[in-house]
Nanobody
Framework: QVQLVESGGGLVQAGGSLRLSCAAS????????MSWYRQVPGKQRELVAS???????NYADSVKGRFTISRDNAKNTVCLQMNSLKPEDTAAYYC????????????WGQGTLVTVSS
């Protein structure tokens, strides 16, 4: 069984910063792409940022230049550094990963809430 556990959410004022972390544990052979998604009530979950095993990154246009995704392959972790936060960044943030066990399966974290006040 594989688990993804997020941490680092909370309440911050507009313009502030937060750092989200996600740790994968369990029977893991390897991890391919890792990503962060976010969702607000009544809307579809959207991709915020992704990073390949080799470190290639991709960002939603709305967060480019403000958010940075990184990973530590040795520790099976992925982080999202969020700077210059805006009220519209308020959402539940979910960690996502393609994990080889050795079959490739998709796993989600339980979500962590980020609230940005104006």
């Amino acid at each position: 069984q594989v688990q993804l556990v997020e941490s680092g959410g909370g309440l911050v004022q507009a313009g502030g910063s937060l750092r989200l972390s996600c740790a994968a544990s369990g029977r893991i052979f390897d991890i391919n792409a890792m990503s962060w998604y976010r969702q607000v009530p009544g809307k579809q979950r959207e991709l915020v940022a992704s990073i390949s095993r080799s470190g290639i990154t991709n960002y939603a246009d709305s967060v480019k230049g403000r958010f940075t995704i990184s990973r530590d392959n040795a520790k099976n972790t992925v982080c999202l550094q969020m700077n210059s936060l805006k009220p519209e960044d308020t959402a539940a943030y979910y960690c996502h990963a393609f994990v080889l066990t050795p079959n490739v399966n998709v796993y989600w974290g339980q979500g962590t809430l980020v609230t940005v006040s104006s």
